[in-house]
Each structure stands twice: as structure tokens, then as C-alpha cells.
């Protein structure tokens, strides 16, 4: 009579079976490889978010500062019309040329008051812009303090007349200078911004100090 001891039957592996064994394996680890090489690379050539948004803020920024630019050189057109006049009698030769009075010189100082106020709440522009911006505030700025001079001095004492003449020429000398200094970084704005050459010196200005324009064509070079 046989008997069941109850022991586990076992199989034994063939040759073949293992090879199909490591078969599955390695295409399982294959389809793995890719799928982990397709999201890499999916990942890699995607934008990152970071600079995706940096170069929106450019952009941007770009935009507000060509419209700036724009801006403040029609402004700057408009300023020169209205002090050309006002630093050409105050460098007058008072020795030649017949000097303003009183009237004339107040009208002067509301003249400069409204330009001042131009420039009473700039906007945040580029570091070039804001530097061009502000020579052009101080140019303005001195003007005014040059008829505020040449106000005293009509007005005053007879006997202070002289020299408070000529501190106010020596103060309109320094505000055409400073004109042109702001001219000059004006013109380079426009110009990096795409612009090309805008020239918005003092008509005839070469006095000593003074930056002349660079005789480039307005509107080359942008």
C-alpha cells in the first residue's frame, strides 16, 4: 500500500524557461528606460516657468521705456522752445545788447516755474532714461535760478545791479551747459532704444563746456 508523505512537488526549471524568464525582464526594464527617457527629455525642452516670466517682465519693461523715451524727448523739444529764449538774453553782452526789465524777468520766472513742474513726478524708467530725465530737471532747475538772479538784480538795489547780472549769466551758463550734457545722453537713449538720433540741443550753443551735437542725421542710426 503506498502512502502520501505530503511533501511539496517540485518541477524542475528547463534551459528554455530561464532564457524566457530574462527575456521578460529585460523588455520590462527596456519600456522603463523609455518611458523615463521620453519625460526627461520632455522636461528638458520645455520652458522653464522661472524664465519664461523674466522674459515677459523684459519685454515689458522694453515697451514702457521705448514709450518713455518718446515721451520725454517731446517734452524736452517743447522745454527748449520755451528757455532758449530766456538763457540767450540772460549770456547777452549787457555791454551791447539792451537788457530785460522787471516785467520781462517775471514773466521769465513763471516760464520756469511750469517747466520745474514738468519733472515734479517722473515715472520709473530704465537707469539711461532716468539719468537723461534728471540732467534735463537740472539744467531746467539752474535756469530758474538764473532768473531769479537777473530778478534781484533789476529789481534791487542799483548798486548791487552788476554783480547780480553777472552771477545770473554765469548761472545760464551753467544751465545751457548742463542742457547739453542731458542732450546728449537723450540722444544716446533714443538711439539704443531704436529711435536713431534725436538732437535736442540749444540752437547755437557752443559756448565753453557745452556739448555740441555729433552732426549724425535725426533718426539714424537706430
Given at each position: ?50 524664465e519664461s516670466t523674466i522674459a515677459d517682465i523684459r519685454r515689458a519693461e ?148 557745452a556739448i555740441t551735437p555729433d552732426g549724425a542725421d535725426e533718426g539714424s542710426?537706430?
Amino acid at each position: 500500500m503506498s502512502r502520501r508523505t505530503g511533501r511539496p512537488s517540485y518541477q524542475l526549471s528547463t534551459p528554455d524557461s530561464g532564457r524566457r524568464r530574462r527575456l521578460a525582464v529585460m523588455v520590462a526594464v527596456g519600456l522603463v528606460i523609455a518611458v523615463l527617457g521620453g519625460a526627461v527629455g520632455y522636461a528638458a525642452g520645455r520652458p522653464d516657468e522661472v524664465e519664461s516670466t523674466i522674459a515677459d517682465i523684459r519685454r515689458a519693461e522694453a515697451q514702457r521705456d521705448s514709450a518713455q523715451i518718446v515721451e520725454l524727448t517731446a517734452t524736452a523739444r517743447r522745454l527748449r522752445e520755451e528757455i532758449s529764449p530766456v538763457l540767450g538774453a540772460l549770456r547777452a553782452d549787457p555791454s551791447v545788447d539792451r537788457q530785460p526789465g522787471p516785467e520781462q524777468a517775471r514773466q521769465w520766472r513763471e516760464t520756469l516755474r511750469r517747466a520745474v513742474e514738468v519733472f515734479a513726478n517722473p515715472p520709473s524708467g530704465a537707469t539711461a532714461t532716468n539719468v537723461a530725465r534728471g540732467g534735463l530737471r537740472g539744467a531746467v532747475e539752474q535756469t530758474s535760478l538764473a532768473v531769479e538772479s537777473y530778478l534781484l538784480a533789476v529789481t534791487g538795489p542799483p548798486g548791487q545791479r552788476a554783480a547780480l547780472t553777472e552771477l545770473a549769466k554765469r548761472q545760464a551758463d551753467q544751465a545751457a551747459t548742463a542742457w547739453s550734457v542731458a542732450a546728449t545722453q537723450l540722444d544716446q537713449v533714443n538711439v539704443d532704444g531704436g529711435q536713431g538720433h534725436q538732437h535736442v540741443y540749444l540752437d547755437g550753443d557752443h559756448g565753453d563746456g557745452a556739448i555740441t551735437p555729433d552732426g549724425a542725421d535725426e533718426g539714424s542710426g537706430g
